[in-house]
């Protein structure tokens, strides 16, 4: 079965930091670009970051950009979210995602297939 | 960035209703367009994909269509399991979502 699990959210201080994983099984995780996404209280998806299938390259969003670092180990089959100099307004479940593509004329259209099923990350003091 | 608007941002339906909803973004996209369900307290669902590619298990009462910056997720005939919030997404430069629909019982 393809599964997507969080891990690592929970109550920290504005300023801390946290570690979030994402432990993939059931397909190649090596051969998949990843991302990212969050979802404030009552409010609507956030795409976060991404990072290519060898971690080579990676994309933030301006509101997390230079505070949250983004990366992967294949070997372990996992996914990364380093979250520094936490704020209230990153309080939100942390969704990890797989990206998929269809190709079709030389384009590739990407998408979001498979989902977690999120992890909690609340900043409070 | 590109910006993406949906309409309406909710709407009451009963079951067996046609539902129409509207993604439009800020510029053109082609059909770099995602359209996503999601239900309280899970995780999104994908259900279509480039515009108008059905994604594998996905009812064929979904259907999507558009190019450019205006496009439309219909649901042919309402179920009681598709009472949820429907999310557009570019996926043209990074990936932008929708402030979302929400489709609830009338």
């Known amino acids: 079965e393809v599964q997507l699990v969080e891990s690592g959210g929970g109550l920290v201080q504005p300023g801390g930091s946290l570690r979030l994983s994402c432990a993939a099984s059931g397909f190649t995780f090596s051969s998949y670009w990843m991302h990212w996404v969050r979802q404030a209280p009552g409010q609507g998806l956030v795409w976060v970051s991404r990072?290519?299938?060898?971690?080579?390259?990676?994309s933030y969003a301006d509101s997390v950009k230079g505070r949250f670092t983004i990366s992967r180990d294949n070997a372990k089959n996992t996914l990364y979210l380093q979250m520094n100099s936490l704020r209230a307004e990153d309080t939100a479940v942390y969704y990890c995602?797989?990206?998929?593509?269809?190709?079709?004329?030389?384009?590739?259209?990407?998408?979001?297939?498979?989902w977690g099923k999120g992890t909690t990350v609340t900043v409070s003091s | 960035d590109i910006q993406m608007t949906q309409s309406p941002s909710s709407l009451s339906a009963s079951v067996g209703d046609r539902v129409t909803i509207t993604c439009r973004a800020s510029?053109?996209?082609?059909?770099?367009l995602n359209w996503y369900q999601q239900k309280p307290g899970k995780a999104p669902r994908l259900l279509i994909y480039a515009a108008s590619s059905l994604q594998s298990g996905v009812p064929s009462r979904f259907s999507g269509s558009g190019s450019g910056t205006d496009f439309t997720l219909t649901i042919s005939s309402l179920q009681p399991e598709d009472f949820a919030t429907y999310y557009c997404q570019q996926s043209y430069s990074i990936f932008t979502f929708g402030p979302g629909t929400k489709v609830d019982i009338k």
């Open positions: 990072i290519n299938s060898d971690g080579s390259s990676t």
């Open positions: 995602a797989r990206t998929d593509a269809l190709s079709s004329s030389s384009r590739y259209y990407y998408y979001m297939d498979v």
């Open positions: 510029q053109s996209i082609s059909t770099y």
